[in-house]
């Protein structure tokens, strides 16, 4: 895989999990608090985000125009299982949430603070909502792989050169036969001419 190749593919994991990240906030605060969602993400300094769904909707436009590209660089075989994908981006995925939480901990006034910022409010959801949303992301970019597949330009098969059938026996191979080369193996019915001598 070239220099390109990788960045394009990074650029594509790097937008689906923050795509993922995202919704595991959101839908963690949904199942949290139900109708009263919008009023605690703002009681508890989550209004950034708003501003946020620009950027990943750009994102995400990101991640196809890098299918595209990719595609037309020859797609690359991929190495990970489905489930090793899931698991994988299902960690990640709660790497980033877990992070998020910290930090708006720290930073924001209203959140919980610590490790109490990952555990209050239901927050225990965000375990099992991260496996699901791993699972999905591995499964668009299984999908993403198989159009890139599709749009991947066909390499050109050259014509195969192969030696003309023959029809009918083989011709016999040309030797000579041992009575028509008298000179051969010192069989001569005469000795060479003798040397002239001045």
């Known amino acids: 895989m070239n220099v390109a190749s990788k960045a394009i593919s990074a650029t594509r994991l790097a937008?689906?999990?923050?795509?993922?990240?995202?919704?595991?906030?959101q839908?963690?605060?949904?199942?949290?608090?139900g109708e009263e969602t919008g009023a605690q993400l703002s009681a508890q300094g989550h209004d950034y985000l708003a501003g946020a769904l620009p950027i990943l909707a750009t994102l995400l436009a990101a991640v196809i125009?890098?299918?595209?590209?990719r595609a037309r660089l020859a797609p690359a075989p991929s190495g990970n299982t489905h489930v090793?994908?899931?698991?994988?981006?299902?960690?990640?995925?709660?790497?980033?949430?877990?992070?998020?939480e910290l930090l708006e901990g720290a930073l924001a006034s209203g959140h919980p603070a610590g490790l109490a910022a990952l555990t209050a409010g239901a927050g225990w959801v965000?375990?099992?909502?991260?496996?699901?949303?791993?699972?999905?992301?591995?499964?668009?970019?299984?999908?993403?792989?198989?159009?890139?597949?599709?749009?991947?330009?066909?390499?050109?098969?050259?014509?195969r050169l192969r030696p003309p059938r023959s029809r009918?026996?083989?011709?016999?191979e040309l030797r000579p036969a041992s009575g028509l080369s008298p000179l051969a193996f010192g069989q001569a019915r005469r000795p060479p001419p003798a040397p002239a001598i001045p």
């Not at 999990?17 to 995202?22: C, D, I």
């Not at 090793?84 to 998020?100: C, D, E, M, P, W």
């Open 168 to 172: 009918g026996r083989a011709l016999p």
């Open 27 to 33: 839908l963690r605060y949904a199942v949290a608090h």
């Open 65 to 69: 125009a890098a299918t595209v590209l």
């Open 126 to 159: 965000a375990l099992p909502l991260a496996l699901l949303l791993g699972a999905c992301t591995a499964l668009v970019l299984a999908a993403l792989e198989r159009i890139e597949a599709v749009l991947a330009p066909k390499p050109r098969r050259l014509p």
């Open 84 to 100: 090793r994908r899931a698991l994988l981006s299902s960690a990640a995925i709660l790497a980033v949430y877990g992070s998020q």
């Open 15 to 25: 937008g689906l999990l923050a795509f993922s990240a995202f919704g595991l906030h």
